[in-house]
């Protein structure tokens, strides 16, 4: 998920390279990506709730005070386009959120669009971008379903022990690849955050760090990272790249992404009062909280 916005700040690297990464003129922005998604809820009993379809799009820059404008739109629509509004550290355009991927394909539907992007340091115009699958569809991986473990067995959500690791998996990819054109491909992000709605964990993200493509199976978080009595919030989102290009030395991909999150509880006392009164949406995709 992808989202939100915002998603990733990183505090701690998984990291497993994908494909290898030129070296790009300096251009101030790491990277432009158009995403349709699915998002889900994950409950102790590891059952999954669909919150929604997510349509949206964000530019990455290097400096959060780089001053950035531009559009999307429809290739051959005449509609206004969607502007994009600075959002935290990154721009952004929301599209929406969806109860069925139908609704999400009738207000986006697939197929070209175009970007334009100006800085200081660039100004891409019109750039196509196709977000369809190779059989023109929506290609979303399958629902993501988070599994946990500490000393080598399965333990629940709600009773994390702080003094061990915790290993986080996943289950399988369906559709992960290698990107056929050699720019990016796909992708695994593990973000956890602390009941400050701090990250605390960050795999990682292309063009700016090393970062888990699909092939990853597995994160660990060190015992370091954990409190006792204390609430913490993961996702795991898999991003598919269905098309990615250059331009104005920018990469720019579009993807169909899906995103699980799961709600976590360490075992003992607190020793403090820092926690908020609630926890906060991880990003835009988390829409039951």
Request: one cysteine or more; charged letters at 20%; proline letters at 7%.
């Amino acid at each position: 998920m992808w989202k939100p916005a915002v998603r990733f700040f990183c505090t701690m690297f998984f990291a497993a390279v994908a494909t290898s990464q030129a070296a790009t003129p300096d251009t101030g922005l790491y990277f432009i990506v158009l995403v349709k998604s699915s998002n889900y809820s994950q409950n102790r009993d590891g059952e999954l709730t669909r919150l929604n379809y997510h349509f949206f799009s964000e530019v990455f820059p290097h400096n959060p005070d780089t001053t950035v404008t531009g559009s999307l739109r429809r290739d051959g629509v005449s509609s206004s386009a969607m502007l994009y509004e600075k959002r935290e550290s990154n721009h952004y355009i929301e599209g929406g959120h969806f109860d069925t991927v139908e609704e999400a394909d009738k207000t986006h539907p697939n197929g070209l669009y175009r970007l334009s992007v100006k800085t200081d340091k660039v100004h891409i115009v019109n750039q196509p971008l196709n977000l369809a699958g190779d059989s023109g569809a929506t290609e979303i991986p399958e629902p993501i379903t988070i599994h946990l473990s500490q000393g080598g067995n399965a333990v629940a959500p709600d009773k994390l022990d702080p003094d061990q690791t915790l290993t986080v998996s996943w289950s399988e990819y369906s559709n992960g690849r290698d990107d056929p054109r050699g720019i990016v491909d796909d992708m695994i992000f593990v973000v956890m955050q602390d009941c400050t709605g701090a990250r605390i964990v960050h795999t990682g993200l292309p063009f700016k760090s090393p970062y888990m493509n699909w092939k990853s199976q597995e994160v660990t978080v060190d015992a370091s990272k954990l409190k006792p009595g204390h609430p913490y919030s993961i996702f795991v989102e898999f991003p598919h790249v269905v098309d990615s290009r250059m331009a104005e030395g920018v990469p720019i991909f579009s993807a169909y992404a899906t995103a699980t999150y799961l709600d976590l509880v360490t075992l003992g006392e607190a020793q403090n009062n820092e926690c908020l009164d609630s926890m906060p949406p991880m990003d835009t995709g988390q829409t039951d909280r």
